[in-house]
C-alpha cells in the first residue's frame, strides 16, 4: 500500500501485529479457516471505530468504479435483508447468514484492509475486561478446538491499542459519538 496517508500506519501496524498472533496460535491449534457457515464473512458484526470505517472507505476506493458500484448494490441488498424496509432506524436486525457485500467467489475484495473483528474471529481466546474479569470466547464451531487445552490468545492488548489509535484518529478529524455499523453499512454511508 504506497502513498497510504499516514494517520493509518498505527492501525497497519497494529493489524501486522494482530495477523502475526492469530497465526501464531493457530498454527500450534493446527486450524486454518475454509470458510464454514460460523465464519466472519457470513456473521452479524458491528463495527465500532471510526479509523476502520475510514480504512475501509479508503480500501474501497482503490478498487474500479465498476466494482465500486456493484459493491454498494450488495450492501444495498445487505442492509434490506438483514434490517428491513426501515434501513434508517435499524434498531432490532435480523441475523440472517447473509455474505459480506466485498466477498466474491469466497474471498474478502479488501482483505487487507479487512477489520480487527474479521482478523480475530474464529479462535479461542480471552479479553480481560475492567470490572468484567476474564471474558473467554470458544472460538468457531468448526474449528474442533480441544476444550481442555486451551492456547493463550489474549486479544485485550489489541483492543487497548486499537482504543488509542481511535482516540487519536478522532482527535484528528473531530469524529465524536458512537458508532454501531455493519461493514455494509459502511460502504452505504461512503457511496452518499
Not at 450488495?74 to 434490506?80: M, R, V
Not at 471474558?135 to 468448526?142: L, M, S, W
Not at 458508532?179 to 461512503?190: C, M, S
Request: with cysteine; charged share 20%.
Amino acid at each position: 500500500m504506497t502513498n497510504m496517508p499516514k494517520h493509518f500506519l498505527p492501525l497497519t501496524q497494529l493489524y501486522n501485529e494482530m495477523d502475526t498472533a492469530w497465526n501464531r496460535v493457530a498454527d500450534i491449534y493446527e486450524f486454518e479457516c475454509t470458510g464454514c457457515t460460523d465464519n466472519c464473512c457470513l456473521s452479524l458484526f458491528f463495527h465500532h471505530t471510526y479509523v476502520e470505517s475510514a480504512f475501509i472507505k479508503y480500501g474501497t476506493k482503490m478498487l474500479s468504479p465498476e466494482t465500486q458500484k456493484e459493491i454498494i448494490n450488495k450492501a444495498n441488498n445487505y442492509c434490506a435483508q438483514t434490517f428491513g424496509p426501515n434501513q434508517s432506524s435499524p434498531a432490532s436486525p435480523v441475523s440472517k447468514k447473509i455474505p459480506c457485500p466485498l466477498l466474491l467467489n469466497g474471498q474478502c475484495r479488501l482483505y487487507e484492509f479487512r477489520p480487527m473483528i474479521c482478523r480475530m474471529h474464529g479462535l479461542p481466546h480471552e479479553l480481560h475486561k475492567p470490572g468484567y474479569g476474564v471474558i473467554k470466547g470458544p472460538g468457531c464451531k468448526a474449528g474442533q478446538f480441544d476444550r481442555h487445552t486451551y492456547i493463550p490468545f489474549d486479544r485485550t492488548p489489541f483492543y487497548s491499542r486499537m482504543a488509542g489509535i481511535e482516540m487519536a484518529f478522532r482527535s484528528r478529524t473531530g469524529k465524536s459519538g458512537k458508532i454501531r455499523k455493519t461493514i455494509a453499512q459502511i460502504l452505504i454511508d461512503q457511496a452518499l
